[in-house]
Nanobody, 122 residues
């Protein structure tokens, strides 16, 4: 069982930046692919980014490519999402997810955090 706790969400003006963090429990963090997703009310959850176990491969949704950066620190059991040049349409709840199958990128993921709200004002 893996528990994921996101933090770092909040209110920011358009063009600003936020860094989300997701802390994972357990001793096997480095064996998990980690992903970030987001979901607006009434809409399906959307893939944002994923990073493989060692960080050697990274994937982004086209909508965030060039603005968001995913990274991980296996020593701290934490994955990050640096979000720059934020837009009002980035206003949603962001979730981190983990899975120990190496082939997972866009899903499905086994474990999910509770989500953190990001609000971008225009």
């Amino acid at each position: 069982q893996v528990q994921l706790v996101e933090s770092g969400g909040g209110l920011v003006q358009a063009g600003g930046s936020l860094r989300l963090s997701c802390a994972a429990s357990g001793r096997t963090f480095s064996s998990y692919v980690m992903g970030w997703f987001r979901q607006a009310p009434g809409k399906e959850r959307e893939f944002v980014a994923a990073i493989t176990r060692s960080g050697g491969n990274i994937y982004y949704a086209d909508s965030v490519k060039g603005r968001f950066t995913i990274s991980r620190d296996n020593a701290k059991n934490t994955v990050y999402l640096q979000m720059n040049s934020l837009k009002p349409e980035d206003t949603v709840v962001y979730y981190c997810a983990s899975d120990n199958r190496g082939s997972v990128v866009r899903g499905p993921y086994d474990y999910w955090g509770q989500g953190t709200q990001v609000t971008v004002s225009s």
